[in-house]
Every structure is written in C-alpha cells, then in structure tokens.
C-alpha cells in the first residue's frame, strides 16, 4: 500500500473520541441539555474553569496558511491540510494531546494574527507550522505576545532546538571545545534564523550566516534580504567575512544546511577544520548526498531523511515541548526550549552514526515533557 492509497483508505489521518461508551437519555441530560448550563455559566463567569470542565487543557491547533510547506513551497491552505492533519496525528502519537488541524485561506499576516488570537477560547495551544518567512517571524512574536497560552512555531523553534542538541553531542564526538568551533549555516529562513540564535545561546562564539546573497555581513547591508538577517549580521561574522559559501567554509568545523538541495561541493569540506561535521538538512534532497560527504572526509554527517544515519527529526521536539507547556498553561520561553535541547542531547550516548536519539524512542518524548514543564 503507498501513500496515496492509505489516505484514500483513512479517509484522513484523526479521529474524534467519546468519552463514554454509550450516549443515552441520562447521559445526554448531563453532558448536554440541560445539564451544561450550569458548567457553561462557571466557564463564562470564570474562563480558567474552561481547563476543569472542557477538553481545553489537552487541545492544540494546528494552525497554517500553507505559504511554505516542507519540500513543496507555497501551495496554499488545501494542499497544506494533509500534512497538518499528520502533526495532528503525530501530537496525539508521542504526546498525547488532542491536535486540530486548522488551516486558512488567509496570507494576510495582520489577519492571520487576528483569526488565530480568537481561537483562544477554544485551545490550550496553538502550533503554528509552515508559514513563510519572513512574516512568520513577526506572527509568532505578535501571538506569543498577544495571547495567554503558548504559542510555538515549530518549523523555526522545534528545528532549532533539535539541531542544537544533535550539534552539542556531535560537539562531545569531536573533542573540541564550543567556543573555538566555527560553525557556517547557510539559509537564514525560518529554521536557520533559530538556529544561528540558539548556538549563540549555547556559547558559539563564531557563527558565519550565509544566505543567497552570500555571508552575511554589517558593513555590507545588500547581503541582507530583510530585517532579520541584519539582526544577524551584526550578531555573527566575527571575522567580517564577504564572500559565498566556499569562503565561509574555510577553516570551519561545522556546516549545518536549511537551505536546498545538490549546493555543497565535497571540494568544500576538504576545506574545512580536521573533523568537519556536515548537517545537511534540506528536505527531500540534502545539500549534499551523505556518502559523497563522507568520501570527502566529513566526520559525522546528518540529514533530515529517515533513509540514512543521524535524522534530525523535529518530532523529537514539538510533542514534549507542547506538552509541557500546555500542561503548565505557560508561555513558550527561551529556558523551556534550551531545557528540551538539553532533554534530548542527554538522551543518547553519542557515536558518529548516532548523535541523536531516535524519534520512535518514546523515552526522548517523556525527557521533553519532563525538562520543559519543569522549567517553565
């Protein structure tokens, strides 16, 4: 059975549960009419009883416009659902949390921040997923601020907190120390945005961002597409590199790849430190094919495929983070994601061919939860 003929046969990938094994006339007078009256009049004169008396402190939605979907690009709000419904079904697999796939014709990203700010009733959280950048940037910073339960964006903050724990036990492998690596990523979009500020976070003290006008650099402002990448640049590029990719990649130790596929040359790593480590993590064609990297000499190479060593699989992230926070109806902050990257980088004693955990481990997913409801 393939993909197309299994959905065709689900006829989707969620279900709604009932709660009780029969619905009869005693059952009905309780959970509806007349019954509900009284819970509902509780849940108006106090919304926090909505956690007691709804489905609420368990709920998620899963909120896209479909602008830039994993390995497709922008193919709107019907294309998106599919694969909205499957972070629906991954949340209720390894986190059990009922998750809503919300998907809406709506680009507009005052609107979209508008209509998501008014499902707040209805939800303990909302993930958003596969909205483009740069407005995806500002939409998680308006909700994040605007609403009283957590808002995560998982394609910028859930990369960047697995890529930051698979780094740090490629890190222990290497024998170097954090604050001498240097370290290159190269697309500075949602995921590498997150990315390149976590390893600043985690003691990076030399990061050079690359994007496709080149390195991103201060002085020479043109290399910036957007605010964003000027907030960047004057954060990385210690040695006031210009150039492309090539050049970044001299004498650096780590090449961690959000970008497109077939981009980097094994002739460039041969170029980098003793023990590169190559982090190519385009989807579904990586930015170099890991056994070529290997032939080139690359010490520890990961992919975002499941076909090959070292995946780096968001759904080590975003179940036991929106668990936690759920739960603790907490705002998303900076400690909770460096808990969970520290959660999962302590889950697996790191090899070359292993310096991640597996996403089916379900004791990475309890080691989230656990590390982020405790810190938040």
Not at 90 to 119: R, T
Not at 181 to 205: H, S, T
Request: net charge negative; proline share 6%; with cysteine.
């Amino acid at each position: 059975m393939d993909a197309l003929e299994i959905h065709r046969f689900l006829k989707g990938k969620i279900r709604t549960a009932l709660p009780v094994e029969k619905v009869d006339r005693e059952t009905l007078s309780l959970l509806y009419t007349p019954g509900v009256a009284d819970v509902a009049k509780i849940c108006a004169e106090d919304p926090e009883k909505t956690y007691v008396y709804t489905s609420r402190w368990n709920t998620v939605a899963v909120v896209s416009d479909g602008s830039a979907v994993l390995g497709l690009g922008d193919i709107g709000p019907y294309g998106a659902l599919p694969v909205m419904e499957g972070k629906a079904f991954l949340f209720k697999a390894f986190a059990d949390l009922d998750a809503f796939p919300i998907c809406l014709s709506e680009s507009d990203e005052e609107k979209i921040i508008s209509i998501v700010k008014s499902l707040e009733p209805s939800f303990g959280g909302i993930n958003l997923e596969d909205i483009g950048a740069p407005k995806c940037f500002r939409i998680l910073q308006r909700l994040s601020e605007e609403m009283n339960i957590p808002v995560f964006h998982d394609d910028q903050q859930g990369t960047a907190v697995v890529v930051s724990a698979a780094f740090l036990n490629a890190l222990k492998l290497t024998g170097k120390k954090i604050e001498e690596v240097k370290v290159v990523v190269n697309g500075i979009g949602a995921a590498g945005y997150n990315i390149v500020k976590f390893l600043l976070d985690l003691g990076v003290k030399n990061v050079v961002a690359v994007d496709r006008k080149g390195i991103l650099n201060e002085k020479n402002p043109e290399t910036c597409l957007n605010e964003y990448h000027l907030e960047i640049a004057r954060t990385t590029n210690p040695e006031g590199l210009s150039g492309d990719l090539e050049t970044a990649l001299e004498g650096a130790d780590f090449f961690i790849g959000v970008s497109r596929g077939n981009i980097l040359k094994p002739e460039w790593i041969r170029k980098m430190n003793r023990k590169p480590v190559i982090f190519a993590l385009a989807n579904p064609v990586p930015e170099i094919d890991p056994e070529l990297a290997r032939e080139a000499g690359a010490f520890i190479v990961a992919t975002g495929r499941s076909d090959h060593p070292n995946q780096v699989n968001n759904l080590l992230a975003f179940p036991g983070i929106m668990k936690g926070a759920v739960e603790k109806r907490s705002k998303i902050t900076k400690n909770m994601l460096l808990s969970a990257v520290e959660a999962i980088a302590r889950s697996c004693e790191p090899e070359p061919e292993r310096i991640i955990p597996e996403a089916f481990d379900m004791k990475v997913h309890l080691n989230v939860y656990t590390a982020v409801k405790g810190s938040a």
